[in-house]
């Protein structure tokens, strides 16, 4: 517990931490908030329509008779919920392959590696495209979304694991484990998790980012999920979709792109101050502020 | 017939025989192979309760050999032998193995992981050798090695290897090799990276556990000090090969190889008068000498012949000293 | 090299399989040739051997794989096109009599590729990619879907090619002065790019579209030409063509410079901080020439590389900006091809794409060694 405060208290030191901390904060209890939203978000026409923001209607309502604010809760929350799912699946892809491939070596590790090169070099975008085009009753569901995600995103990660076990592998303290007695796997987690969370943590947050923009994308080319199930993508096509802009609902059209702007910004921040932190170089660095 | 007396009495006695051993290195990329050998018909036997020295400059192959023995590496060619059984049949009962033969390694630091403390691996031998299982007992008995060498479990526990100093940790690891009785403990210059007085400390534990637990130590090192003090045999290695093999007086004493007669007379000696002489001969890079034909040292010998570099040279026995050198060859 | 003695025997070995190949095609007297130029200069044999080779293996092994998957993918999905496209037409309320369904079904089967068992698709797919045929077009019946692809790739490639260039250059010269000197020209950069770099393309690309087109209608909203223009070499029709590209390009260059930018400048600090730049310091050689001749220049091969890994991502993203642009390259095709259920371009579209990152894939690390001469003599 003790450790855990003092680590809270040495990233504070970095503004660009507790301004993302803030903004994340914000954010998360706003997608807490949607469960206590008066309206259904997928329901339309339930208040006058194209009204600007007002105090009823903090950020206005749009054209579908919609709360823009109380919208804005729920595509947080999926947004969110999305981000989350594609990068925890991949983070264990990404450690199970890694793992495997670093340490096993061999006939596995080029398959593997080879794998994760072929996902990593398909151009993405044109993959989720056909799958969702196929699958389009499939792909409406929010965590099938993430699983999708999740599959193009494990292989860098894992090529990463994978180069950290390898060296760690030459190091002395790898035969004293073995000369205890450790079994293989038992060695592997044990011994070596410790050293390849850390990098796992700030690669968790980047995918978090990419699979919000990757979700936001696919919402505006209509695939992906459900429409009316607001996300920040959702929220975005809808919106154009059905020319707020033209219709000078600018607030409709705003809130979405705003709110992902903030929400890369501080994830994007989140993941750089977690990266410097944890990068021996830089510790020198801090050490000599403190 | 004393003299085949006494080998059978030597051959019973082996607690571990390595018969020419070579371990060749490829570098391999997709279509070329470059091979060099590290270890090259490496032949030695150590008895219970003997301190064997492997002597030789960094990159001679020592700390190969010694990954063989311990079964991180594979040999392309020859036998080891342990208790009379060869290592094949270790291999398949390797817990067994290891419970007999432990390791200690040069740098402190790197022997233990930097992300949990240095207690975690004690915890880990025991329960995993099925040592001791009541938490009381196993304190205790990692208390207990941690006391013969001089440290306590109350120094070492909950703390990580930062926190303690190169002493502290080379002595935990010693310790922790003890903690399964071995019979045979691998010792890859464990003693450069510690400081002088402890280095004295260290080598007199060693010589303890020898007499007192009958325990051999493979002792590996470049410090020809320390090795004259401690081993009972020692052998010299050259880029692969062991040139002089015997009693420790008789190697170090009256040196017949070259090179080991160059290294004893680089060994400094406190004394003003006698200066250093002779020339200094510029070495060519390791790497091409290992892919020599003749003699692999040929090239800085001071007495080389026409035959060392066309030909390997043999081992010839003299006065109980294995020498490898044409110069013993008639 | 060192100077070898004489006895100093070579003990290189070609693997067996290699020699045998080498002997049967009578290329090792071609070797020995080439291998006699090892004391000129660069091997030039055994960089063939050594790098070129294994490259190349990979990018046909990852295009293969690739094309395969985009073959098996919606074969191994549970949906069946032709039902779908069935059911579609169903849904508009048509009734088909039972023969012509089945007329339908099977030249749906025959535009789709689904005749035969598996192994004969298989086979039929590559036959036809090496053909270049992907059936026609569905949604522009009957123009082939080759031909479709063709008219969109040069603005696509143009685009690409013009932007990631120039954005590669900018954030290489300017992360490298960001990342060695200090001082508030550089934190002021810093800051902007930490702002810019998280924004996804999609976003970007809508700014830009929302300021420079709507808000401030310098540029024109969509298109790459006029409406009605032909494509000539008139000064008009160039005008035209730039005043339509400048905000896709301009959306393409602020991301992909904000990400090397960011990229270069970690490398930088990395590279700053070895031994040999503060050699060169105390020598006493001047700053700026350690800059540019050796820090920023031994910092390029990492982002090389990065730059090859990232053309997966690059290419989506110029997709996705043509996409909000209506600019007439593959991914505004794409897009149209979703919305009008164009399942024969969707593939072609498909296969091309994964054509195209692994051969720029390819090219630069054919590149590579020019910018690292270790690679040269391995």
């Known amino acids: ?130 799958v969702s085009t196929i699958l389009r009753e499939w792909a409406r569901y929010l965590t099938n979304l993430g699983l999708l995600l999740a599959f193009f995103s494990w292989a860098w990660d894992a090529r990463v694991i994978r180069s950290q076990i390898l060296s760690l592998r030459e190091r002395e303290f790898t035969f004293v484990a073995v000369l205890s007695g450790m079994r293989t796997i038992k060695l592997v987690l044990k011994q070596y998790l410790p050293h390849v969370l850390p990098v796992i943590l700030s690669t968790l947050i980047n995918n978090m980012s990419w699979a919000i923009g990757m979700e936001i994308t696919l919402a505006y080319l209509g695939l992906g999920i459900d429409p009316t199930v607001p996300t920040i993508g959702t929220m975005l096509q809808t919106a154009i979709y059905r020319q707020a802009l033209f219709l000078r609902l600018w607030w409709w059209l705003l809130t979405p792109i705003i709110t992902g702007i903030f929400l890369f910004i501080a994830l994007y921040w989140l993941s750089v101050v977690v990266s410097e932190y944890l990068d021996p170089r830089t510790r020198f660095q801090r050490i000599g502020i403190r | 017939m004393v003299m085949e007396v006494m080998i059978e009495e030597i051959e019973m006695e082996k607690l571990i025989e390595i018969k020419d051993l070579t371990k060749i290195f490829s570098i391999r990329t997709l279509f070329f192979k470059t091979k060099f050998a590290a270890v090259e ?27 063989i023995i311990l079964g991180f590496e594979e040999q392309s060619e020859g036998e080891i032998f342990f208790e009379k059984k060869p290592i094949s049949l270790w291999k398949r009962k390797r817990i067994q193995f290891l419970q007999k033969v432990q390791a200690v390694f040069q740098n402190p630091f790197e022997s233990f992981n930097p992300l949990r403390t240095v207690d975690d691996i004690f915890f880990e031998t025991v329960y995993n050798y099925r040592i001791a299982k009541d ?20 120094e070492i526990y909950g703390r990580y290897p930062g926190e303690l100093s190169g002493g502290q940790l080379q002595r935990a690891s010693i310790a922790r090799a003890l903690i399964t009785n071995p019979t045979l403990l691998v010792t890859d210059e464990p003693v450069s990276m510690v400081d002088a007085s402890l280095r004295m400390s260290i080598v007199n534990l060693f010589a303890q556990l020898r007499d007192r637990m009958k325990l051999s130590i493979l002792y590996i090192t470049h410090d020809l000090a320390t090795a004259y003090y401690l081993s009972n045999r020692i052998a010299i290695m050259f880029r692969g090969n062991i040139v002089e093999m015997g009693p420790l007086e008789e190697v170090l004493g009256k040196p ?75 | 090299m060192t100077i070898l003695p004489e006895n100093f025997e070579n003990e290189r070995t070609l693997s067996p399989m290699f020699s045998s190949f080498m002997k049967e095609f009578k290329l090792n007297q071609l070797f020995r040739k080439c291998s006699i130029r090892k004391e000129k200069g660069i091997p030039v044999g055994r960089f063939i051997k050594n790098y070129l080779v294994p490259r190349f293996v990979q990018y046909i092994l990852v295009t293969f794989l690739g094309l395969s998957t985009a073959f098996f993918l919606p074969r191994f ?38 005749e035969g068992t598996l192994f004969e698709q298989y086979i039929n797919f590559w036959k036809r990619l090496f053909k270049g045929e992907f059936g026609p077009s569905l949604a522009r019946y009957p123009t082939p879907v080759i031909q479709v692809i063709a008219q969109s790739l040069p603005w696509t490639v143009g685009l690409l090619i013009l932007t990631t260039v120039l954005s590669w250059i900018v954030a290489v010269i300017a992360g490298g002065i960001a990342g060695y000197y200090r001082g508030r020209w550089m934190e002021i950069l810093d800051g902007i790019v930490m702002v810019v770099r998280p924004i996804p393309y999609y976003i970007m690309s809508l700014l830009c579209l929302i300021l420079f087109a709507y808000l401030f209608p310098i540029f024109p909203l969509s298109g790459g030409i006029g409406v009605g223009r032909e494509l000539s070499l008139s000064w008009e029709t160039m005008k035209s063509i730039v005043l339509h590209g400048t905000l896709p390009a301009l959306t393409l260059l602020i991301v992909g410079i904000a990400w090397q930018f960011q990229s270069m400048k970690l490398i930088i600090q990395g590279v700053r901080s070895e031994d040999y730049v503060w050699y060169m310091k105390a020598a006493g050689v001047k700053e700026q020439r350690i800059v540019f001749r050796y820090v920023i220049r031994n910092a390029m091969l990492p ?76």
């Open chain 1, 1 to 130: 517990m003790r450790k855990s405060k003092s680590l809270f208290r040495d990233l504070t030191k970095d503004s660009r931490f507790t301004i993302a901390f803030v903004i994340l904060l914000v954010l998360v209890s706003l997608a807490i908030l949607s469960c206590f939203s008066p309206y259904h978000p997928q329901r339309m026409y339930q208040v006058p329509r194209g009204r600007p923001p007002s105090w009823t209607h903090p950020l206005g309502t749009n054209w579908l008779g919609q709360d823009v604010f109380w919208q804005l809760t729920f595509a947080v929350k999926n947004s969110l919920l999305i981000a989350i799912v594609a990068s925890s699946i991949s983070r264990v892809i990404a450690i199970l392959v890694g793992m495997g491939a670093g340490y096993r070596g061999g006939v596995i590790d080029r398959i593997l590696m080879t794998a994760g090169d072929t996902t990593m070099v398909l151009p993405i975008l044109v993959v989720l495209i056909l």
């Open chain 3, 77 to 114: 999905l549970p949906m069946d096109p032709i039902k779908q496209q069935l059911s579609q037409y169903q849904a508009f309320g048509v009734y088909i009599p039972p023969e012509q369904l089945e007329e339908i079904m099977g030249t749906l089967k025959q535009l789709y590729g689904l």
């Open chain 2, 41 to 67: 018909k490496v032949s030695f036997y150590i008895k219970p309760a003997e301190i064997f020295t492997l002597a030789g400059e960094s990159g001679c192959g020592k700390t190969t050999t010694a990954k």
């Open chain 2, 135 to 154: 938490r009381n007992r196993v304190t205790e008995l990692i208390d207990d090695r941690l006391k013969a060498v001089g440290l306590s479990f109350q």
């Open chain 2, 256 to 330: 017949k190889h070259p090179y080991t007669q160059l290294l004893r007379d680089s060994i400094p000696e406190a004394d003003p008068r006698k200066k250093w002489k002779g020339e200094i001969a510029i070495f060519d890079s390791e790497y091409e000498e290992y892919l020599r034909q003749g003699c692999k040292f040929a090239k800085r010998c001071p007495v080389v012949m026409e035959k060392c570099k066309k030909e390997i040279p043999q081992e010839f026995l003299v006065n109980g000293v294995l020498v490898r050198c044409h110069q013993y060859g008639e």
């Open chain 3, 303 to 378: 982002m090389i590389t990065q730059l090859g890994l990232q053309f997966g991502t690059i290419f989506s993203g110029a997709l996705v900006t043509e996409m909000v642009f209506a600019y007439p390259g593959v991914g505004w095709i794409l897009y149209d091809a979703v919305m009008r259920g164009d399942y024969n371009l969707i593939m072609g579209i498909m296969c091309i794409s994964v054509v195209a990152v692994t051969t720029s894939i390819f090219l630069l690390d054919l590149i590579y060694p020019l910018f690292d001469p270790r690679v040269r003599y391995r």
